[in-house]
């Protein structure tokens, strides 16, 4: 809550209309969004027309009840059939106000729906019931991580059945659509952690308390610098994963599953199972027994070996790796699969 840092820094008093706006505290969680602003503003805005025309309205009307109130004696007049100042009047101000409503609501409304194009993207995969995002260097993850104060588009996208993207904090909600692709964008200002819910009801199971109500996630929103470490950190699956399951998420994550399967089956190259420990034939030298530089020479200079019964297409990685730990982690995946 910076606006408590402002009112005792005394550099300014907020008004009463901004700190109904920016609190957030009885109406509306925190704005930690800038997208909040122009919600909670047109928020505020009917909010006080409503109560203005509420209390004249109902205000009048107790008043006249108890004015023209029926009583012995006095005989009811004929009620007047049309006064066209009036009638001018109770158009003309409620198309007045509509307007501005409509005015600030359309440009606020313009505004959410339109990304900056130096926006961070992120893609958001929803399916019954949780949340995965996904960063542009390949990185997952089940919790929303963004840099504080830089736009990031959020791309969604479901498995299965319509979701909504719901974050009460930045103040925006956005369905995922199976078969199709949605956007929206926020610019956090807060760091901290914020809710996701899904605001689309989309089923339940009885069965461990799965359901709509528990698709929940959190928006991580780091402090300038620590995103780039936190996706940094990510990356390197070799300091977080014993090295071969690391292998495992490299094999996908390199591309190599297009053309090697772990399963026995040949795709374009031979499959991963079971070569440890065997001896190759090859169509340009002589036999080699599967060990670890056997493996590591496969993976950086293919041509040199080609395998009997299969074509030299394999690119070759050399330079592609991070560092050489990754490699090791592919022979240890490789090694892994009996
Ligand atoms: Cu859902």
Known sequence: MMQMGELHGGSRMLSAWELLGQSGSFWLPPPAATSADVVDSVFQLILA???VFFVLIVGL???????????DGVEASDSPSH??????????????????????????????????????EVQVFAQKWSWTFQYPN????????????????????????IHSFFVP???IKMDAVPGRYNQTWFQARTEG????????????????SQGHSSMLSKVVVHAPGEFENWLEDQANVVKRLPPAQAGEELYKRYGCAACHSTDGSARTGPSFKG?????????????????????????LEPMKKIRSGFQGVMPTFQGR??????????????????
């Open 138 to 161: 390949g990185v997952v993850s089940e919790e929303l991580h963004v840099p504080v104060d830089r736009p990031v588009r959020v791309v969604l996208s479901s498995q299965d059945v």
């Open 321 to 338: 790796f991070k560092n050489d730990q990754e490699i090791r982690a592919i022979i240890e995946f490789i090694k892994s699969l009996k």
């Open 83 to 120: 006064n066209t100042a009036l009638e001018i009047m109770w158009t003309a101000v409620p198309v007045a106000i509509s307007m501005v409503i409509f005015y600030y609501g359309f440009k606020g409304y313009l505004d959410l729906r339109t990304p900056p194009l130096n926006a961070y």
């Open 61 to 71: 009307m107790v008043l006249f009840v108890i004015m023209y109130r029926r009583r």
């Open 49 to 51: 027309v409503c109560t």
């Open 275 to 299: 070569i440890w420990g065997e001896t190759h034939e090859f169509s340009n030298s002589t036999p080699t027994k599967v060990d670890e530089n056997y493996l590591r020479e496969s993976i």
């Open 169 to 171: 904090a930045f103040r």
């Open 193 to 208: 952690k914020f809710d996701i819910y899904c605001a689309e009801y989309c089923g339940s199971s009885d069965k461990d």
